[in-house]
T-cell receptor, first 116, second 110 residues
Framework: DGGITQSPKYLFRKEGQNVTLSCEQNLNHDAMYWYRQDPGQGLRLIYYSQIVNDFQKGDIAEGYSVSREKKESFPLTVTSAQKNPTAFYLCASSIAPMDGGNQPQHFGDGTRLSIL | QQPVQSPQAVILREGEDAVINCSSS?????VHWYRQKHGEAPVFLMI?????EQKGHEKISASFNEKKQQSSLYLTASQLSYSGTYFCGSNTGTASKLTFGTGTRLQVTL
């Protein structure tokens, strides 16, 4: 079955450590996205990529980094510069729209990151 | 800037109807609607493109008023399975980027 796999489901980090969240998709989608969700809040865009080897900052990119070396993979690194990293992180993908955001986004099951 | 959703929360009895609104301060190219159950990933419901079209998905439909920069989601004859948080996502034409609203929590009871 095609889908998006995020791992791990739960992740604990000590202060000062960098951690990397994995996101893999086998939907053959060109575009991939990372969102952060805080309790009772909406989704905020961290980074997005519409094509391999290219990505753009979203609304809250500070303290995060990404890479897009392969079409199916879009890992997110939460660096020690991110002062409040505890949140639910969601990865999504979509067919790269030829004309704006008119394609649905498909989400993975998320990773919960907590500070120890 | 995030779209504003209203109401923030609503409780329905099974079989009742509800309307969730989404307003943007920017001109919209399209509006997406998603539903998220607690602890789960959001699930896509529908997309509305500029032109004022209305779409339907089972007993859930939506409208998009481009001029007013608003979209509304209509849930008719609600079922227990409709419970969850509903998010609108606005696209202002900048590539495939979406900006999500803060969500509307919907609870359907017996």
């Amino acid at each position: 079955d095609g889908g998006i796999t995020q791992s791990p489901k739960y992740l604990f980090r000590k202060e000062g450590q960098n951690v990397t969240l994995s996101c893999e998709q086998n939907l053959n989608h060109d575009a991939m996205y990372w969102y952060r969700q805080d309790p009772g809040q909406g989704l905020r865009l961290i980074y997005y990529s519409q094509i391999v080897n290219d990505f753009q900052k979203g609304d809250i990119a500070e303290g995060y980094s990404v890479s897009r070396e392969k079409k199916e993979s879009f890992p997110l690194t939460v660096t020690s510069a991110q002062k409040n990293p505890t949140a639910f992180y969601l990865c999504a993908s979509s067919i790269a729209p030829m004309d704006g955001g008119n394609q649905p986004q498909h989400f993975g099951d998320g990773t919960r990151l907590s500070i120890l | 800037q995030q779209p504003v959703q209203s109401p923030q929360a609503v409780i329905l009895r099974e079989g009742e109807d509800a309307v969730i609104n989404c307003s943007s301060s920017k001109a919209l190219y399209s509006v997406h609607w998603y539903r998220q159950k607690h602890g789960e990933a959001p699930v896509f419901l529908m997309i509305l493109l500029k032109g004022g079209e209305q779409k339907g998905h089972e007993k859930i439909s939506a409208s998009f008023n481009e001029k007013k920069q608003q979209s509304s989601l209509y849930l008719t004859a609600s079922q227990l399975s409709y419970s969850g948080t509903y998010f609108c996502g606005s696209n202002t034409g900048t590539a495939s980027k979406l900006t999500f609203g803060t969500g509307t929590r919907l609870q359907v009871t017996l």
